[in-house]
């Protein structure tokens, strides 16, 4: 696997490979990468800076949205769908289950909690200004996780090890968590009250897949600059 980070890249990918162009911390570039790295594919990835957005990155985002997926004249744009397409065509290790109904369950779940994350989003945007009504949405939210774990019985969504439905959520949370520590009233949701999504969020914070994409102290620092306007998409490098 090949990274880089620059506005200056070597324009002309690797014939055959895929390129995902993405913007550090973004969580939905977060999610594609955590894809890849969970199924070791092979890939080179390309970080946008929206400090100094370069000319040529209207040429490679179709919709000037990241993420977007690469591979000779394949482009394929939105995380959700590039994660879909990696596990059609690199269905070694699965993460999804190979289990119509199994899958089905997955879909319909992601379809429930990915919007349920939405107000994390709004409250980064937002920088916190006016935004407590977004923070008590998503914690008015958590009983969904907390219900869904509790239903499947297993200390992931996906079963005994994580797989497709924590990756898309995990780096939502992540964010979240990095909220939580900058603006110390806003809480995460209890240990007390959900025990078990309280639980996941500690495993999927250790897990090598998400260590290896997703840097808490840089993510910290990220979102301190970005609160305080002036985003430093650097952050750790």
């Known amino acids: 696997m090949t990274r880089e980070h620059t506005n200056c890249m070597r324009f002309l990918a690797t014939p055959g490979k895929l390129r995902l162009y993405s913007v550090r911390f973004c969580p939905f570039a977060q999610r594609v990468l955590l894809m890849l790295t969970a199924k ?8 946008i800076s929206l400090n100094t957005r370069p000319e040529w990155s209207t040429k490679v985002l179709p919709a000037r ?3 977007v997926l690469h591979q000779d004249s394949m482009v394929i744009s939105g995380s959700m769908a590039i994660a879909e397409y990696l596990e059609e065509v690199y269905p070694s290790p699965r993460l999804l289950s190979s289990d119509p109904y199994r899958k089905a369950l ?24 006016n935004a407590d009504s977004d923070w008590s949405a998503f914690l008015a939210k958590a009983s969904i996780f907390e219900k869904e774990l509790g239903i499947r019985k297993t200390p992931y969504f996906s079963g005994e090890k994580p797989g497709f439905v924590d990756f898309a959520n995990w780096p939502t949370f992540s964010m979240a968590l990095g909220l939580s520590t900058f603006f110390e009233a806003q809480k995460m949701p209890s240990q007390e009250e959900y025990p078990l999504l309280h639980r ?18 840089n993510t910290l620092e990220f979102i301190r600059t ?4 002036d985003t430093n998409f650097d952050a750790g490098l």
């Open 226 to 229: 970005a609160m305080l306007g």
């Open 40 to 47: 070791n594919i092979d890939h080179e990835a390309i970080s």
């Open 200 to 217: 996941w969020c500690e495993i999927m914070r250790q897990d090598p897949v998400v260590t290896s994409v997703i840097n808490e102290s």
């Open 106 to 129: 997955d879909r319909s779940f992601l379809d429930l909690s990915l919007p349920a994350l939405d107000p994390v989003l709004k409250f980064y945007f937002k920088k916190g200004v």
């Open 65 to 67: 949205t990241v993420p």
